[in-house]
Structures are given as structure tokens and as C-alpha cells.
């Protein structure tokens, strides 16, 4: 059973998990013959949806998602907006968090103070070799620009996979004149890591095993994987960097 579940998406679940907890209300409320409100009901719904998804192994977020997603529903309902205005809202969120079902890796953007920290962990360049640097899953391209700009002897490289956050950094780039950096579109786990002197991620803790994995396989001896905030398993970094911004964000060196 566990074993099936985790070939199953987990937005898949926790929206199975949803209408299981709607007939659980649903089937509770006739029996007792109740007249709830339907914020009440929403309530309920989002409190068995919770439990539920916690006794079913999803990851702590989704607990606080399940919990408000049906009273969200209600609340947003009474103020009868359009229904323009709500496909509108759909459809910005799909081009933003495209791959987020499939991949499990939301849309997190780094700080300013993450860039600078990141640009002193690079390593110095030699006269025959230009330092190649990979952002995995490279958002909006701020990581990617910032570093074209002061370093401009390396290149960097952005892969993603989200419509919107590549044009958004695709334009970025071409539009600052950035000759040093360029975005793919595309899915991380198909880029070659072979040709990187630093692989650097901000992903989630999901997929961080199997990123590790992939740097084993792939990543030349004395190159660098970076991670912002998310650990590896059972690998403790070779070196934390402890960033004072609003998140208090913790960049993990590892040495390959």
C-alpha cells in the first residue's frame, strides 16, 4: 500500500483525501440530522481532510493546505466574484507552478542576501578554465543575473520549467544584455551535470535524495553542489553558510 502511494503525486492524494473527507461530513451530518452552516461544514471538512492526510504520510504542508482548502472555498465564494476573474486566477497560477505536480518542487525565490552570500562561495577562476555554473529550477533568473554581473568571468546557466518564470527570465536576460548567462526550458533532472564546476538547487525536501543521486552520477571530482535551505538525507554538508535575511536561509555546500 505504501509502496503505491508513492508513485502517486501527492496533490493527487490530498485531493482524493478531499472528497473523502466531503462524504465523511456529508454522511455524518444526515445521519445526525444536523443543519450546519456551510462555513461549519467547510470546517469540518478541512479538519478530517488534515487528519487524514497526515495519517497517510503527506508532508507537514500539506496538513496546514488541507485545512484551509474548502473553508477557503467558502470564504471566496460569498463575495460572487466572476467567473472570468477566477479562470483568470487559474490560469496565472498554472503557468506558475506548471511543474509543481509532477516535480513536487514549488516556485521559492532567493533573497538578495542569498545572491551575495552564493557569489562568495564560488570558487576562484583559472586562466584556462571559465568557472560553468547550473541553477536547477532557476525561477525568475535572479541567481543567474546577479552572478553574470559579478562574476562576469563564468557562465551561468538556468534550467526550468514553469511557462511563465522562463520568459519572465528569458526577457530578463536578453533584455539586460546579459552575454554570460543564458534558460533552458526544461526538466532538471534531464540536465547534464558533467560540464559544472557548481550545481546549485533550492528545490524542496522531496526531491533532495534524489538530487544527490544524480550529483553522485554525474558531477566531476572537486566540483561544488549547493542547496538553499534543503538538506540531504543522512549527508551532512561539507560547509553551512547561514544567510540574515527575512527566512534566515542556510546555504549547504557539498564537495564532490
Same mark, same amino acid.
Given at each position: 500500500?505504501?509502496?503505491?502511494?508513492?508513485?502517486?503525486?501527492?496533490?493527487?492524494?490530498?485531493?482524493?483525501?478531499?472528497?473523502?473527507?466531503?462524504?465523511?461530513?456529508?454522511?455524518?451530518?444526515?445521519?445526525?440530522?444536523?443543519?450546519?452552516?456551510?462555513?461549519?461544514?467547510?470546517?469540518?471538512?478541512?479538519?478530517?481532510?488534515?487528519?487524514?492526510?497526515?495519517?497517510? &504520510?503527506?508532508?507537514?504542508?500539506?496538513? #496546514?493546505?488541507? @485545512?484551509?482548502? %474548502?473553508?477557503?472555498?467558502? +470564504?471566496?465564494? $460569498?463575495? =460572487?466574484?466572476?467567473?472570468?476573474?477566477?479562470?483568470?486566477?487559474?490560469?496565472?497560477?498554472?503557468?506558475?507552478?506548471?511543474?509543481?505536480?509532477?516535480?513536487?518542487?514549488?516556485?521559492?525565490?532567493?533573497?538578495?542576501?542569498?545572491?551575495?552570500?552564493?557569489?562568495?562561495?564560488?570558487?576562484?577562476?583559472?586562466?584556462?578554465?571559465?568557472?560553468?555554473?547550473?541553477?536547477? &529550477?532557476?525561477?525568475?533568473?535572479?541567481? #543567474?543575473?546577479? @552572478?553574470?554581473? %559579478?562574476?562576469?568571468?563564468? +557562465?551561468?546557466? $538556468?534550467? =526550468?520549467?514553469?511557462?511563465?518564470?522562463?520568459?519572465?527570465?528569458?526577457?530578463?536576460?536578453?533584455?539586460?544584455?546579459?552575454?554570460?548567462?543564458?534558460?533552458?526550458?526544461?526538466?532538471?533532472?534531464?540536465?547534464?551535470?558533467?560540464?559544472?564546476?557548481?550545481?546549485?538547487?533550492?528545490?524542496?525536501?522531496?526531491?533532495?535524495?534524489?538530487?544527490?543521486?544524480?550529483?553522485?552520477?554525474?558531477?566531476?571530482?572537486?566540483?561544488?553542489?549547493?542547496?538553499?535551505?534543503?538538506?540531504?538525507?543522512?549527508?551532512?554538508?561539507?560547509?553551512?553558510?547561514?544567510?540574515?535575511?527575512?527566512?534566515?536561509?542556510?546555504?549547504?555546500?557539498?564537495?564532490?
Amino acid at each position: 500500500m505504501r509502496r503505491t502511494l508513492k508513485s502517486i503525486p501527492p496533490s493527487v492524494i490530498a485531493l482524493l483525501l478531499q472528497f473523502c473527507a466531503y462524504v465523511v461530513i456529508q454522511y455524518a451530518a444526515g445521519i445526525a440530522e444536523v443543519s450546519a452552516s456551510p462555513m461549519l461544514l467547510a470546517w469540518s471538512c478541512g479538519v478530517v481532510a488534515a487528519t487524514l492526510s497526515f495519517i497517510f &504520510g503527506l508532508a507537514k504542508w500539506w496538513l #496546514l493546505i488541507q @485545512l484551509l482548502f %474548502a473553508p477557503t472555498i467558502v +470564504f471566496m465564494l $460569498g463575495f =460572487e466574484l466572476p467567473p472570468s476573474l477566477s479562470l483568470g486566477a487559474f490560469l496565472i497560477l498554472l503557468v506558475v507552478y506548471w511543474s509543481t505536480f509532477r516535480t513536487q518542487v514549488p516556485l521559492y525565490l532567493s533573497s538578495n542576501k542569498v545572491w551575495d552570500a552564493l557569489e562568495n562561495l564560488l570558487p576562484e577562476t583559472e586562466a584556462d578554465h571559465a568557472l560553468k555554473f547550473i541553477d536547477l &529550477g532557476s525561477g525568475l533568473g535572479g541567481v #543567474l543575473t546577479h @552572478l553574470a554581473q %559579478a562574476r562576469p568571468e563564468g +557562465f551561468y546557466v $538556468g534550467v =526550468e520549467t514553469a511557462p511563465l518564470p522562463f520568459i519572465w527570465s528569458w526577457l530578463r536576460i536578453r533584455l539586460g544584455g546579459y552575454r554570460n548567462c543564458q534558460v533552458d526550458w526544461g526538466n532538471l533532472w534531464d540536465a547534464d551535470l558533467s560540464q559544472y564546476d557548481v550545481v546549485f538547487a533550492y528545490l524542496s525536501p522531496i526531491p533532495m535524495q534524489k538530487l544527490w543521486l544524480k550529483a553522485q552520477a554525474e558531477m566531476q571530482s572537486g566540483s561544488i553542489l549547493i542547496s538553499s535551505t534543503f538538506t540531504i538525507p543522512n549527508h551532512a554538508p561539507d560547509k553551512s553558510v547561514t544567510v540574515d535575511d527575512l527566512h534566515q536561509s542556510t546555504l549547504l555546500v557539498w564537495h564532490m
